[in-house]
C-alpha cells in the first residue's frame, strides 16, 4: 500500500532522508520509529505529497504521490505533529470546512460530521476548539484525517503530549481503525508507544532505515544483548536499607528511591530481600532503555 524507492530528501546540503526502501502492506499498523531528527516527518511530507523527493519515488496504493498528488491525497488522512484549527469555530464547523475540499454534500457532511465526533468521543462538546486541551484537539485532529475515509492514515508522532488517559484513547482508535481494514503510518520516538500499537516497526537513524520487522524481530533486536545490563527502579515508603545481591552491578541511591544497574531481573531476590527488612515496597520495575541507548547498541552489532 505503501512504498518507497531510494527515496531521498536533501535540505541546502543535508540529507534528512537517505536512499529509504520501504514497503507497508495493505491494513498494517506500521510504526516508524527513530529518534529527534531522524527524517521521520520529512518521510511523512514526502509520502502525502505536500514536499518533492530530491531523488527517488514513493507510492500510495500504487499511484506516485510526485506525480500525482492529488490523487493521493484523496485516499490519505494526515495527521500533522501541530494540528492547527480555527479557534473560534466549534468541532464541526472546523471539519465542515475541511469536508467542503472533498466536494461532499451538505447531507454526506453532516452525517459523516457525525459520525466522526462520535468516534473521536467530541459529539456534544459546545466549546470552540480554541479553548479545547490537547487531548481534544488531537481526537479533532484524527476526526479531520479521517473526513474522506482514507485508505491510508499518516499520524505524526500522534501521542506526543497527550497525558496516560489520553493516550490509551487514542491507542484504541488506532486498533479500531486498523480492524476496518485502514493502513496506519505512525511515527513517533517512543518505543514502547510503536510498541503498543504496530505491528510491524522501521527504525530510522539519520536518514537511513536501520532495521524493519515484524513486531517480534524487531524486539529481538533490540532485547539487550548478552553483555548488557537491565536498570531497575525501586521506591520503598521508608528510607531504602543497604542492597546486598551478586546480581547488582551498580547502584544510585537517593533516599527512598535507587537505580540499579543489574546483569539480570533480579526483582524476585530484591523484593524478597526488602520484605525480610519488613520494608514496603512502592514501586519496582525493570526501566525500558531509551530509544538512543536502543540505536546505539543496534550501531555496535
Ligand atoms: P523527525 O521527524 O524524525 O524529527 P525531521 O524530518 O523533522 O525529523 O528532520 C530531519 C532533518 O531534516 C533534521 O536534521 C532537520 O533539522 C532537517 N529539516 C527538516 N525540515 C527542514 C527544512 N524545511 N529545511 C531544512 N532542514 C530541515
Known sequence: MIQTENLTKIYNGNTAVDGLNLTVGEGEIFGFLGPNGAGKSTTILMLTGMIEPTTGRCLVDGIEVAKDPLAVKKIIGYLPEDVGFYGNLTAEQNLDYFARFYGMSAGERKARIAELLGLVHLDGVTQKAGEYSRGMKQRLGLAQALINDPKVLFLDEPTANLDPEGVREYRDLIIAL?????????????????????????????????????????????????????????????????????????????????????????????????????????????????IEDVFMAIYRR
Request: hydrophobic letters at 40%; a negative charge.
Open 178 to 290: 486498523a480492524g476496518e481494514g485502514k493502513t496506519i503510518f505512525v511515527s513517533s520516538h517512543i518505543l514502547s508507544e510503536v510498541r503498543a500499537v504496530c505491528r510491524t516497526i522501521g527504525l530510522l537513524v539519520e536518514g537511513k532505515l536501520v532495521t524493519k520487522g515484524t513486531l517480534g524481530d524487531v524486539a529481538r533486536m533490540l532485547a539487550p544483548s548478552d553483555s548488557s545490563t537491565i536498570r531497575i527502579v525501586i521506591e520503598t515508603v521508608e528510607q531504602l536499607p543497604d542492597l546486598d545481591d551478586p546480581g547488582i552491578i551498580a547502584i544510585e541511591r537517593s533516599g527512598n528511591r535507587a537505580v540499579i544497574r543489574a546483569a539480570t531481573d533480579i526483582r524476585d531476590r530484591l523484593s524478597a530481600l526488602l520484605l525480610e527488612q519488613g520494608m514496603h515496597i512502592r514501586e519496582m520495575r525493570v526501566e525500558e532503555p531509551g
